[in-house]
């Protein structure tokens, strides 16, 4: 629903590893984007994989990547096995950077994750010369 991707033929696609995959097209440049399919194939993707019904993780993972799933298992709707193992051994390792971080106050951490006018503040600052 964020990015678009143009083929050489001028299909559009959610994706560029979408691209070529005819069932997955969701316009033309020259006729626009079929908003139906596009929402079609993004309810397709936001839907919850039958393998992360019971993974503790299911909404930390990145088992949404419509992309990654596609291009590792063939389908929307199914997750790559390695990432799961991948992402079981990093999540933990993640989670007590960011508590020592936190525990420490470091300024650049706090102000990234914990202002909510960072975005707001790192775009003015990409602004200045």
Partial sequence: MRQISVSPDGNLYPCVQFVSRSQYCIGNVDCGIDTA??????????QEKPTCRTCALRFRGHNKCGCLNLQTTGALTSVPPVLCEYERMVIPVADRLVQRLFDMGEPLFLQRHYNPAFPILSFLEDLSP
């Fill in 37 to 46: 399919r596009q929402e079609e194939i993004y309810q397709l993707n936001e």
